[in-house]
């Protein structure tokens, strides 16, 4: 990447989802960072993100006009009483990786998350996984526990760790979240 090449952070689209897919698909293919065994197909992305987008933020990352990056919230658990906290993804393109788009994408959904009423966000690490979870601690996550041989991939069990951010006070009772500005 050039210092003409800019990094630009935005809402996600539908349109985006052939390369969020692809995005997605490297990592599921080739690590263990996705626990997904099978790929994207054609659609799935898109349906998810319809289905969430107006709850949880969906963001990308563009250089020259490709999709670098993407980010994202869902929910941690599906029960009422979880609906302030969220689950954080985050995933950079293998020929991005290494500029600082992971981190630009991770700030963005943090704030977003935490302006719409969010107050704890978790995330899963596959474990070792140095990298992610630098990026983590970075951001103030912190590892709050961890699961032995939580799954089975490429031939191996892999352990996950489970980390939290706090976003900000707790009010009692909670406002409702916001819907994705």
Do not use: C
Not at 117 to 124: E, H, I, K, N, P
Not at 142 to 166: N, P, Y
């Amino acid at each position: 990447m050039s210092t003409s090449d800019a990094v630009a952070v935005r809402l996600a689209q539908a349109g985006d989802a052939p390369a969020a897919s692809a995005i997605l698909n490297h990592y599921i293919a080739e690590s263990v960072s996705n626990f997904r065994t099978e790929p994207y197909g054609p659609g799935e992305w898109a349906e998810q993100f319809a289905a969430n987008a107006d709850r949880f933020p969906y963001l990308v990352a563009e250089v020259g006009g490709a999709v670098a990056g993407l980010a994202y919230a869902s929910a941690w658990r599906p029960k009422q009483a979880y609906a302030w906290t969220a689950e954080s993804t985050v995933y950079v393109s293998p020929g991005h990786q290494g500029l600082g788009i992971g981190s630009l994408l991770y700030g963005e959904l943090l704030k977003r998350l935490e302006e719409q009423g969010f107050r704890s966000v978790m995330a899963q690490v596959s474990q070792p996984n140095p990298g992610s979870e630098a990026l983590h601690e970075r951001f103030g996550f912190e590892l709050v526990g961890s699961i032995r041989d939580a799954g089975f991939k490429h031939g191996a069990w892999i352990g996950v760790g489970i980390w939290q951010k706090t976003l900000g006070a707790l009010a009692v009772p909670p406002a409702p979240t916001a819907p994705v500005a």
